[in-house]
């Protein structure tokens, strides 16, 4: 079976399948071999470039996206809204059994792990829930009015958490409240979860705290406050390091505040202020989180705020920054700041409030780049190797567009809603969702960005606009996938990645059958294994195919039997467990092989007992000898 699989096509192994042997016994049922080609999304945005892209789907494309066949399958409900993305990971050990799982995080502060393939029996509910606070000693949620904002009614977890497959660990940082006798104690906590479990690891959690030099505060020295910092963009684990990045609630003095511990202990290993000696700087990026290279660099885009490097200052608002991690600490290692970036400070356009990718190689131009885009509509390619520093008169980067390249200009200020969320890449082409504009493609080839998009969707999207995701099978059937956040419902919708103005499917097509709940901000579809999983208030949603899986509870029996009786072969794409054919592709191959004798004997496997009574058991056909 080895030798079938090495012999997939390149665009099947995908970049970052997880290939397992499973023995499953699901009640009468049992199947001996299971063979996944799955993907785990263990990030936000799929990997620590945020390309937003996943290259192993092998069940979800246009032929499967349509009202018949793809829809929403069942849901969970939480006890907080998720601002975070949900996570996924395959084959976790969960009271001795398998399970392909959806992580989620609530702003009540609790974690979920529900199985991602049905919600039947004992998936109805979570296979464990974790709540990071403590009631009952007066450890308790921050409120919105508890920090005079009106963002959010209740804030635990809004950051997206982060999983370490090997160690078998998720990070995440819980904003909390210490009620006492005199004033309450407002607090920011690193928590390391088992992922089996949800109990604590590394004798955590740990208070984040830090003080750096700086006169910011009328003293020698800044410190960290944490009733003043949101920790809003997702965290980044990158060569054993966990990255923690904090934004603000607007409620001066604040900064921008980046954390770095190391993973295996939670001992802090750096720390980097953004503005020490000034206010504001945040890093918020609309939930994305700081990116990584192949190299260990970490880059991250500030918002606004004092930018004093240029006369030897060490405020680095409205800026691209790349960091390292050193002898010293977490340091600054080059940056790019525009030169406008006085302009974009006065009028609110700061450059940080879209997220950063790390581009592939290009072939032809300068190879390392990265992209990052600001409110003013304007994206920005540079080079990572030499971000371009900062000049008054001109921006010496790779290239600027205009202002407004994606976006809505406001009427009323006569400014741009431009970048809110974090573009997706997929085949030299960039994806942005802009709040009052379309889904919008823009080809990057051979280090050359075109400022006129060359694919744009129908429709226009609401304010805040939207964080793409891309599923594909390789460099073909790429699909974007859009959350639309509407405040009395969601709306799930999916496009031909080469032909934006194909829009495959949305959740509103088939009536109230696939309706989501009420969206929040910044909330990012997560595309794995045949599935789509969408976090809203209070509710996770699962979509999938929905003639080879349980829907709402329910066994669906529509796609049961098999096409091709020499081969029993189980895909992510009825992880129900019911027969189901395989995808095309891999079902020629396998006949492939069974007919050139690669296949030495059948792959062993008991027919599944059906609720009518048992199936007859097809005879195998045994290739050529």
């Known amino acids: 079976m080895r030798e079938l699989l090495r012999a997939l096509p390149s665009r099947l192994q995908g970049v970052r399948p997880a290939l397992r042997r499973r023995a499953f016994q699901p009640g009468a049922e049992s199947l001996e071999l299971r063979q996944l080609l799955a993907t785990d999304v263990l990030t936000y945005h799929n990997d620590n470039a945020r390309t937003g892209q996943n290259l192993t789907e092998g069940v979800l494309n246009a032929a499967t996206l349509n009202t018949g066949s793809f829809g929403k399958l069942f849901s969970y409900q939480v006890d907080g809204d998720i601002y975070a993305q949900p996570l996924y990971d395959t084959g976790v050990l969960i009271n001795r ?58 804030l635990g977890i809004v950051g997206t958490p982060v999983i370490d497959k090997a160690s078998g660990t998720l990070y995440v940082d819980v904003m909390s409240k210490v009620n006492t006798t005199s004033a309450p104690i407002i607090q920011h906590k690193l928590h390391a979860l088992d992922i089996t479990t949800g109990k604590e690891k590394f004798g955590g959690p740990v208070t984040i705290q830090a003080t750096v030099p700086g006169t910011a505060d009328g003293g020698d020295t800044v410190s960290f406050n944490a009733a003043k910092q949101l920790q809003r963009s997702a965290l980044l684990l990158n060569n054993g390091v966990v990255y923690v990045a904090f934004a603000s609630f607007d409620r001066l003095p604040y900064h921008g505040w980046l954390m770095a511990y190391n993973a295996s202990n939670l001992q802090q290993v750096g720390v980097f202020c953004v503005t020490p000696n000034s206010r504001q700087g945040s890093i918020w990026m609309s939930g994305g989180g700081p990116a990584a290279d192949a190299y ?33 600490g977490l340091q600054v290692a080059d940056y790019y700041t525009p030169s406008n970036q006085q302009l974009l400070d006065s009028q609110d356009q700061d450059l940080g409030s879209g997220g950063v990718v790390v581009l592939p190689n290009q072939a032809g131009g300068p190879l390392p780049l990265i992209v990052a885009a600001d409110k003013n509509g304007t994206i920005y390619l540079l080079d990572r190797d030499n971000l371009g520093g900062f000049h008054p008169d001109s921006d010496p980067i790779v290239h600027k567009t205009p202002a407004g390249t994606i976006g809505l200009l406001n009427g009323d200020t006569n400014l741009w809603l431009g970048a809110y969320s974090t573009p997706a890449y997929f085949n030299n082409k960039l994806y942005y969702a802009a709040p009052g504009d379309y889904l919008k493609a823009f080809s990057i080839a051979g280090g050359q960005f075109a400022d006129d998009p060359v694919s744009m969707s129908s429709n226009k999207f609401t304010y805040p606009g939207s964080t793409p995701s891309i599923s594909a099978n390789g460099e073909f059937g790429g699909i974007v996938w859009v959350l639309e956040n509407g405040k009395t419902s969601a709306v799930l919708r999916a496009y031909d990645a080469s032909n934006l103005g194909n829009q495959i499917y949305n959740s509103q097509m088939s009536g109230t059958r696939d309706q989501l709940g009420p969206g929040v901000k910044f909330a990012t579809p997560t595309v794995a294994d045949g599935k789509v999983f969408v976090g809203s208030r209070g509710q996770l949603t699962v979509f999938g195919d929905l003639q080879s899986a349980y829907v709402n509870g329910q066994r669906n029996l529509l796609s049961q039997g098999f096409k091709r009786p020499q081969v029993y072969l189980m895909l992510a794409s009825s992880p129900d467990f019911v027969w189901h054919p395989a995808t095309p592709a891999l079902t020629k191959l396998l006949d492939q092989q069974a007919q050139k004798g690669l296949l030495k004997k059948p792959i062993p496997h008991r027919v599944p007992v059906h609720p009518a009574g048992p199936r007859p058991r097809p005879t195998p056909r045994r290739p050529n000898r």
Do not use: C, Q
């Not at 006369?311 to 790349?322: A, E, I, K």
């Open 97 to 154: 059994t398998l399970h392909d799982v959806v992580y989620v995080a609530t702003t009540h502060g609790s974690i979920y792990a529900f199985d991602a393939t049905n919600n039947l029996g004992p998936n109805a509910g979570p296979l464990w829930a974790t709540s990071l606070i403590d009631p009952a000693n007066g450890v308790t949620t921050v409120t919105g009015a508890d920090l005079n904002t009106t963002n959010f009614t209740e």
């Open 296 to 328: 260990g660099n970490v880059y991250v885009a500030t918002a606004n705020g004092k930018f004093s490097v240029d006369t030897g200052g060490s405020d680095y608002s409205n800026s691209v920054l790349r960091l390292v991690m050193g002898g010293n």
